[in-house]
């Protein structure tokens, strides 16, 4: 059989944390939509009353045990994942999965408030003007230092890695292309390893008609590809009718980088996959 990107969706939440499909209704939408390689991604717990009722608990074990019973079920048919989206506030470990993704929502500042980068005009601005002295690109900077920061902790899958641009339509907030945030962008793709990591062009954005193209910037990815780095298509879907969402779009993206393959990620690892 051939695979396709759409053969792969790894990115994926369920009710057990922000979601609104159960574990099954996911698996199955995946299955009907073609998938061969799905993964649950839920998210890892972090000790903010924000994210309460929102990730998973600290003890784990539940639903390790419900994704490897699925896996199980769909034996044959489906390879079933069992991963982590793992974020840099966590206080838990991100080992013991088959893969993590390593994502920033929240930057932590020196007045130990943590502002989170996708919650809304109110968070960004708090953020800018508690903590940042009214400077937009200051809030960016920050996010992409905790970017950085994850992405020394090579994790198997780098999470929409420019999310901090979630609200920035019309350059709203701050200037996409001012040099500041550019080099801020940059040195927190650098801080990847292209070897241990890959980065995903993400359209959850999209599904959630916040945005009209994936994450991340264009500019980034061409450098990954400079970096010899690889990337993988997923959807960040929180419901069982985005599990492929905008692949045809992600894809386009990975090829105006000039990338001619993504990668698929099996129960044996990442593989290439033409574009
Ligand atoms: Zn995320
Ligand atoms: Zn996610």
Redesign the pocket.
Known sequence: MNLTPACCSV?THTVLCDGKGTLREMADAAARAGVRYFGISC?SHTPLALDAGYVLPADMTAYRRAVLALRQEYAGRMEVLLGL?W?SQSDVSPEGFDYW?G?V?YQKRENGRCYAA?WGEEAFAACRDEACGGDPLAVAEGYFREVARVAGKKPDIL??MD?ITKLNGGNRFFDESAPRYRKAALEALHAADPQATVLEI?T?GMARGYRNVPYPALFLLREWREMGGRVILTS?SHSPDTILYAYDRAADLAKAAGFDRTCLLTRGGFVDCPL
């Open positions: 990115h998210h989206e974020d993704i994502s929502h996708d999470g929409h999310l993400n959850g960040d």
